[in-house]
T-cell receptor, first 113, second 113 residues
Framework: NAGVTQTPKFQVLKTGQSMTLQCAQD?????MYWYRQDPGMGLRLIYY???????DKGEVPNGYNVSRLNKREFSLRLESAAPSQTSVYFC????????????FGPGTRLTVL | QKEVEQNSGPLSVPEGAIASLNCTYS??????FFWYRQYSGKSPELIMS????GDKEDGRFTAQLNKASQYVSLLIRDSQPSDSATYLC?????????????FGQGTILTVHP
């Protein structure tokens, strides 16, 4: 039981490049989330998926898109990376959106040059 | 006004002492409250959840919730150097209809031998 997994662990991009961050969970959770964490800003919600087939914007969605591929997988795409998107990205999941005990993956450290 | 506020610290306590971490929140309809521990370079790890007023104990950890005062705290008894980490308070600010966790900035705790 791996919990929440994320790939890649590290990535360096040039401005304007695109990439997809992958997330998968094996806990049969319904809800999944993408956060970014920046020094002094705390954890901020980018997008979430309350259940398979639904996605909604969080606090900082600009510049990102998501896909809930199936119940297990939730990907985050940067279409045209900008230096302001340099951050640590965490994926999380919870049994359901209400009450919301969220469990986090190990994170992806992204640098945009 | 920030939705979830924590004293950023650092909070320094000697080994064996009680560490007290505090958090206030602004949304009166918040229903669920969580404490996460985050070691440097790692992902947040859920250590406590609390939903009702009063105290909840789990090993050396006690979470305390006072909804009237909009205040939640975490006590760590018999603090150990391995408890040195950043502690994040998270509040479900979406009511019961869906879960949206808002995180505080975190309190850095240092336990010195």
């Amino acid at each position: 039981n791996a919990g929440v997994t994320q790939t890649p662990k590290f990535q360096v991009l040039k401005t304007g490049q695109s990439m997809t961050l992958q997330c998968a969970q094996d806990m049969n959770h319904n809800s999944m989330y993408w956060y970014r964490q920046d020094p002094g800003m705390g954890l901020r919600l980018i997008y979430y998926s309350a259940s398979e087939g639904t996605t909604d914007k969080g606090e900082v969605p600009n510049g990102y898109n998501v896909s809930r591929l199936n119940k297990r997988e939730f990907s985050l795409r940067l279409e045209s990376a900008a230096p302001s998107q340099t951050s640590v990205y965490f994926c999380a999941s919870s049994v359901r959106a209400t009450y919301n005990e969220q469990f986090f993956g190990p994170g992806t450290r992204l640098t945009v040059l | 006004q920030k939705e979830v506020e924590q004293n950023s610290g650092p909070l320094s306590v000697p080994e064996g002492a009680i560490a007290s971490l505090n958090c206030t929140y602004s949304d009166r309809v918040s229903q669920s409250f969580f404490w996460y521990r985050q070691y440097s370079g790692k992902s947040p790890e859920l250590i406590m959840s609390i939903y009702s007023n009063g105290d909840k104990e789990d090993g050396r950890f006690t979470a305390q919730l006072n909804k009237a005062s909009q205040y939640v705290s975490l006590l760590i008894r018999d603090s150990q150097p391995s408890d040195s980490a950043t502690y994040l308070c998270a509040v479900n600010t979406g009511g019961t209809s869906y879960g949206k966790l808002t995180f505080g900035q975190g309190t850095i705790l240092t336990v010195h031998p």
